[in-house]
């Protein structure tokens, strides 16, 4: 008998049948297949397990490897696809990540040398940009439920450009689509600079337009996503009172696609 805590809660894998019975008074299912949520079931390797969540994978449906799946469960020890062919193991030093699918997904190597974004990794940036958080982020995209766990593995892939590059993307889309460009922020500076009442706030105006402009030894690269670094430093109070100047109906303005 082994177990893995979740939560603090001890989640064990019995040897054989006769273990699990002399624990337990409830029945195995010898079908894995047809375990429901909360059933302990037979593996193919011959142990007990229980089965911690099972669920479709119906957003997959456009993917050859998931069209003859009837769903997926989740043990102490992994994710397994409900296939005829899906091997049911208990061998934890095989499974990196019990919340997903392959054995080596979890890899970080393999996080580091990927070069497009898996699908998952989509829906943490998208949950980054919308300002869920790092670590809530982690855990909703990708099912893990210790904070702890999710914590590190956000880190790792913050550190990704792929990842990086998508959240710097998804900022300067919401910033557009707010009307905030670079004349908006260099205006709410200036504004700050010239008529704010708190000395450090006029300070910091000043200091941050010296760096945008380059006069205070910072090179900025003239690029939409530089209004990401704008805003470092600044609260929405301190930038409520300022008032952006009124663009000409005459000038021409980019359509931005939702």
Not at 101 to 127: C, M
Request: aromatic share 8%; glycine share 8%; with cysteine.
């Amino acid at each position: 008998m082994v177990y893995k805590k979740i939560k603090g809660i001890r989640h064990y894998v019995y040897d054989d049948i006769d273990e699990f019975k002399n624990e337990h008074d409830g029945e195995v299912v010898e079908d894995w297949r047809e375990g429901q949520e909360g059933d302990w079931v037979l593996s193919d390797d011959d142990t007990v397990v229980q089965i911690l969540k099972r669920g479709d994978i119906s957003h997959h449906n456009d993917r050859k490897n998931y069209k003859y799946s009837s769903g997926w469960c989740r043990t102490i020890v992994g994710t397994f696809l409900i296939t005829k062919k899906t091997f049911m193991d208990t061998d934890f030093s095989q499974h990196k990540n019990r919340y997903t699918f392959s054995k080596t997904i979890g890899n970080v190597k393999n996080i580091r040398k990927r070069k497009t974004s898996t699908h998952k990794e989509k829906l943490f940036t998208a949950n980054v940009v919308s300002g869920m958080g790092a670590v809530k982020s982690y855990m909703d995209a990708f099912g893990e439920e210790n904070y702890d766990n999710a914590k590190k593995k956000g880190v790792v892939l913050l550190k990704q450009e792929r990842i990086m590059s998508e959240i710097e993307k998804g900022v300067l889309d919401v910033a557009k689509g707010l009307g905030i460009d670079h004349e908006y922020v260099l205006e709410r500076l200036k504004r700050l600079a010239d008529f704010s009442e708190d000395d450090n706030i006029i300070l910091q105006s000043a200091k941050e337009l010296g760096k945008i402009i380059g006069t205070s030894g910072v090179t900025v690269k003239q690029r939409d996503t530089g209004i990401i670094g704008m805003f470092e430093g600044f609260s929405p109070k301190l930038l409520e009172n300022a008032k952006r100047k009124e663009i000409p109906s005459g000038d021409n303005e980019s359509n931005i696609e939702e």
